[in-house]
């Protein structure tokens, strides 16, 4: 099961700690729910689910504030298990004593920020579930052309990192060579990233690493990138029919959600930086609602209607 540290939770979002004597080191959150604990305020446990993140907003703190310090003692006691991840006050609104009393003496960590409590959700879950996304790598190159990343897979030594370096030389961007880690944060949707001990290098033959980064440019390079397309790098076969009209797409799988797919043939003189650019335009403006295949077709059938009405 994936699992996020805490610690990489409060550098992102850049959290306060309240409780900084409790060890967070070995502290995972493994769930990309959240929770805002209304109804475990007024004492309803049931279903409570304590491997949540925990969020007191405004009208949490609002309702916490008009508790007697009893009652305050006996919810606090249930609501600040050991097992929560941590709790997390939004709006710079600071926990009671008796709050920091049992959340010491639990091993909660109370964290704080100063952000409105519907964003800093909505910020929190994006981020959430992008890490904790189920996790796939695989061999290729990622890149992002004009919008739309283009995963280029083949076999090693086919051409793919010179591709993605004239890709990079056209004012495209690099998310990453030979390996690219796959998340699936929707049903719909793939995110590909590099693994941070290649990101931002290109391995080319003969030459050895390069830095992108640094020959050219921050605006070179990006962290990550959806997935739209992939183009399968494979050798000419002269036995083999490829698609030379694309009324129907074809797709690969990843984690169990398909992305379109084209097989592209290798032979000398062929530009696979300019054909990847090409596929990635034509992508874009198939989701734009025109189709070249069958604007053809169209075209092809008119065109015959009228040679059998003359």
Known sequence: MATVALQNLIEKMKLVNLTPDIDISNRKIGSPEINRPALQLTGFFEHYEKTRVEIIGFVEYSYMEGMEDDRKEEIYAHLLNEEVPCIIFCRDLDPDDIFMKHAI?????????SRSTSDFMAEIIRWLNTELAPCVSIHGVLVD??????????????????????????????ISDDVVEIRKVSDDSLVGSAPDITKHFIELRGIGIV??????????????????????LEDWDKDKEYDRLGLEEEYTEYLGTKVVCHSIPIRPGRNLAIICETAAINYRQKKMGYNAAQELYKRVQENLMRKREE
């Open 145 to 174: 052309v004009d919008g739309e990343g283009v995963l280029i897979t083949g076999e090693s030594g086919i051409g793919k990192s010179e591709a993605a370096l004239e890709l990079i030389k056209r004012g495209h961007r690099l």
């Open 211 to 232: 830095d992108v980064k640094a020959l050219f440019g921050a605006q070179s390079v990006k962290d990550s990138e959806q997935i739209s397309l992939v183009i399968k």
């Open 105 to 113: 003496e639990n091993g909660v960590p109370v964290l704080k920020t």
